[in-house]
Nanobody, 124 residues
């Protein structure tokens, strides 16, 4: 069974940091583009960051550029999202996703596998 399992979410004060992780199992994701999406209450799911299989290309939403960093460890079948200088507007459920193609797309429909999500709350 193919699974993506997120961890590391929680509550943090504005300006704080969190690192969320996504562990993949069931097959090797070494050739997949991996991504982090988020969905705030009442809003559509949006792409936050993505990384190609080699790590040579990354994508960041304008709202998180300079604050978030996506990385991956193919040996561990794991992708990470380091989030710094967090703002209340970063509050959302964060989802990990995998796309077997080598390109990066913002379209949620192109991602074949999804995790269950982890809540990130930025509040004082």
């Amino acid at each position: 069974q193919v699974m993506l399992v997120e961890s590391g979410g929680g509550q943090v004060q504005p300006g704080g940091s969190l690192r969320v992780s996504c562990a993949a199992s069931g097959r090797t994701f070494n050739r997949d583009t991996m991504a982090w999406f988020r969905q705030a209450s009442g809003k559509e799911r949006e792409l936050v960051a993505a990384i190609t299989w080699s790590g040579s290309r990354t994508y960041y939403a304008d709202s998180v550029k300079g604050r978030f960093t996506i990385s991956r460890d193919n040996a561990k079948n794991t992708v990470y999202l380091q989030m710094n200088s967090l703002k209340p507007e970063d509050t959302a459920v964060y989802y990990c996703a995998a796309d077997p193609r080598s390109s990066i797309t913002i379209m949620t429909s192109e991602y074949n596998y999804w995790g269950q999500g982890t809540q990130v709350t930025v509040s004082s």
